[in-house]
């Protein structure tokens, strides 16, 4: 099957230091990656070095196929409204994929499109964040702790989303210290270990 990911011995550095043990990671379609470990190991920077916006300081990175970053933080725009906020997520993109109403409807925000995202509370905000998985097509996730800010509805709904997407030939990795995903096919798993340090 072919892979939409592959990443060999990846590492990052900081201070000269690595952060993380260098690890391999492998996604093809259908195919769900949960990333665990203790807080500070370095799963979002991983996910980030994977996303392309870090530089990897060690091992190779190829990717055959376009992909969505949901950070930790929600990256919305405060003062575009929530159709706004979707509508530059399909410019960037430029692969349209589930209309806009229709996207905010399944994630629980219809009627709030004309709602400036600043007035958002922080599990909406999660919400909008997921719509824009949804308006721009692409066939890799990778999610940074997606149940944060919501409520057990809401982390039905991330379940739901990873679902649908792995069921259409898609491919999520995702971290996460809270909930753990129930998906119809059994994730991989990767223990992000700290890097040794001197004296290990």
Not at 146 to 175: C, I, Q
Request: overall charge positive.
């Amino acid at each position: 099957m072919s892979q939409l990911l592959k990443a060999e011995q990846v590492g990052f550095t900081r201070g000269g230091e690595l952060v993380f043990r260098p690890v391999d990671v492998r996604l093809r379609p259908g195919q769900a990656l949960v990333v665990s470990g203790p807080n500070g190991s370095g799963k979002t920077t991983l996910l980030r070095v994977l996303a392309g916006i870090l530089e990897p300081a060690t091992g190779s990175l190829e990717r055959s196929t376009s992909l969505a970053f949901l950070g930790h933080l929600a990256a919305v725009k405060g003062d575009l409204n929530c159709r706004e906020n979707l509508s530059f997520s399909v410019g960037f993109s430029g692969d349209k994929g589930m209309e806009i109403n229709r996207a905010m409807a399944r994630v629980g925000l219809a009627g709030l499109g004309l709602r400036p995202a600043r007035a958002l509370s922080a599990g909406q905000k999660r919400r909008l964040g997921l719509a824009g998985l949804l308006v721009a097509r692409r066939p890799i996730w990778l999610l940074d702790e997606p149940y944060a800010s919501l409520d057990d509805a809401g982390g039905e709904l991330v379940d739901s989303l990873l679902n649908e997407h792995l069921g259409a030939g898609g491919a999520a990795a995702l971290s996460t210290h809270q909930r753990q995903p129930r998906l119809q096919t059994e994730p991989e798993r990767l223990v992000i270990q700290p890097a040794f340090r001197e004296g290990d």
